[in-house]
């Protein structure tokens, strides 16, 4: 069965610098998301991607944020300049089309860790 | 503004005895809803969704939801528990009229013990 893969689990970084969260969405989907949870908290949306542009972006999606899909098959999450409260497990999605009642498949996440 | 509430933190349950994970929302359109659940070290994977008419849906691993409007509620539900469905349980609604992107519930955690 076809899976969303996301690539570290796991990344520890110092506040102020930059990651780059790396996501394989499902080979024939057209869309993609970021979402993030921080410990305890709601499940949010950051972003969403389609055509080599993002279609919504949530508040929470500000200038130290960007989204990239630089080949065909990768789609990535860089957060610019890390500070601690972007602490949280960042979940790609992606879907086959974007129609509201299709659902979403979700990668494993990656855990951010900023000290 | 569109919401969704799942009021348990936890539930806990016996092998063998049904399970109930409560959500409800508010969206100003009509409610695409959907349920999904995370195991340990694992993505969030889908278990069933609410689009239009039945009211009762029957989704993956023998689970089911009710739609009840006049509540706003999206039930999740389990006729017999197995241990195996020890979890998290999220609960999540997309405005019909909206661009995609999912809102989530807190999340409960299912416990089922032998």
């Known amino acids: 069965e076809p899976e969303v893969t996301q690539t570290p689990s796991h990344q520890v970084t110092q506040m102020g610098q930059e990651v780059i969260l790396r996501c394989v969405p499902i080979s024939n989907h057209l869309y993609f998301y970021w979402y993030r949870q921080i410990l305890g908290q709601k499940v949010e949306f950051l972003v969403s991607?389609?055509?080599?542009?993002?279609?919504?972006k949530s508040e929470i999606f500000d200038d130290q944020f960007s989204v990239e899909r630089p080949d065909g098959s990768n789609f990535t999450l860089k957060i610019r300049s890390t500070k601690l409260e972007d602490s949280a497990m960042y979940f790609c999605?992606?879907?086959?089309?974007?129609?509201?009642?299709?659902?979403?498949?979700f990668g494993p996440g990656t855990r951010l860790t900023v000290l | 503004a569109q919401s969704v509430a799942q009021p348990e933190d936890q539930v806990n349950v016996a092998e063998g005895n049904p399970l109930t994970v409560k959500c409800t929302y508010s969206v100003s359109g009509n409610p695409y809803l959907f349920w999904y659940v995370q195991y340990p070290n694992r993505g969030l994977q889908f278990l069933l969704k609410y689009i239009t008419g039945d009211n009762l849906v029957k989704g993956s691993y023998g689970f089911e939801a009710e739609f009840n409007k006049s509540q706003t509620s999206f039930h999740l539900k389990k006729p017999s528990a197995l241990v195996s469905d020890s979890a998290l349980y999220f609960c999540a609604v997309r405005d019909g009229g909206s661009q995609g992107n999912l809102i989530f519930g807190k999340g409960t955690k299912l416990s089922v013990k032998p």
């Open positions: 991607f389609y055509n080599n542009e993002i279609s919504e």
């Open positions: 999605a992606s879907s086959s089309d974007r129609v509201s009642y299709n659902e979403q498949f």
